[in-house]
T-cell receptor, first 111, second 111 residues
Framework: QKEVEQDPGPLSVPEGAIVSLNCTYS??????FMWYRQYSRKGPELLMY????GNKEDGRFTAQVDKSSKYISLFIRDSQPSDSATYLC???????????FGAGTILRVKS | DAMVIQNPRYQVTQFGKPVTLSCSQT?????MYWYQQKSSQAPKLLFH???????NEADTPDNFQSRRPNTSFCFLDIRSPGLGDAAMYLC??????????FGPGTRLTVL
């Protein structure tokens, strides 16, 4: 079993839809949770960063962490074709030095 | 803008011919990382520097070496590239080892 599980998709949605991307994990020591967006042939771009459980909102993006369920989510409201990319979840322990990535979910937003 | 810069963006080399990839950062972060990413896969950590301390991942081949002459620069040396080393190489930085910021990557082709 992988430490971090993420559905690779692809996930196809119409423009304007609400998108939900999710990851589950097995290591209860993870404390920092990140979402990266990666366009084709580019480096990952940090979107959201959350410490421990809770919600964080930034514009059209909302990150949620539920440590009791070992489940994290990224919601994208009013999705745009420019949101089409691969979304990687990543997490790290409190005093860890290694970021553990999910496999990435391919998102396609159709106009 | 503070950023992570990688050069070159595209590198073509011949089988067995040594190659060096470079990374520089203006974020003044103390930790620098090198990742290898193959198509449709998550980034795979090769090694990282925590300040001047070098940390090699157990499964990183000996063919891969790194140098960090100062805080701002880090190099990835591939001594004898094989066809299986063709990939995107990503440099990332962080302050104290948590949230990581990635460069745009160098795409390596081995002929």
């Amino acid at each position: 079993q992988k430490e971090v599980e993420q559905d690779p998709g692809p996930l196809s949605v119409p423009e304007g839809a609400i998108v939900s991307l999710n990851c589950t994990y097995s290591n209860s020591a993870f404390q920092y949770f990140m979402w990266y967006r990666q366009y084709s042939r580019k480096g990952p771009e940090l979107l959201m960063y959350t410490y421990s459980s809770g919600n964080k909102e930034d514009g059209r993006f909302t990150a949620q962490v539920d440590k009791s369920s070992k489940y994290i989510s990224l919601f994208i409201r009013d999705s745009q074709p420019s949101d089409s990319a691969t979304y990687l979840c990543a997490m790290i322990e409190e005093y860890g030095n290694k970021l553990v990535f999910g496999a990435g979910t391919i998102l396609r937003v159709k106009s | 803008d503070a950023m992570v810069i990688q050069n070159p963006r595209y590198q073509v080399t011949q089988f067995g011919k040594p190659v060096t990839l470079s990374c520089s950062q203006t974020l003044n972060h103390n930790v620098m990382y090198w990742y290898q990413q193959k198509s449709s896969q998550a980034p795979k950590l090769l090694f990282h520097y925590y300040d001047k301390d070098f940390n090699n991942e157990a499964d990183t081949p000996d063919n891969f070496q790194s140098r960090r002459p100062n805080t701002s620069f880090c190099f990835l040396d591939i001594r004898s590239p094989g066809l299986g080393d063709a990939a995107m190489y990503l440099c990332a930085t962080s302050r104290e080892g948590y949230t990581q910021y990635f460069g745009p990557g160098t795409r390596l082709t081995v002929l």
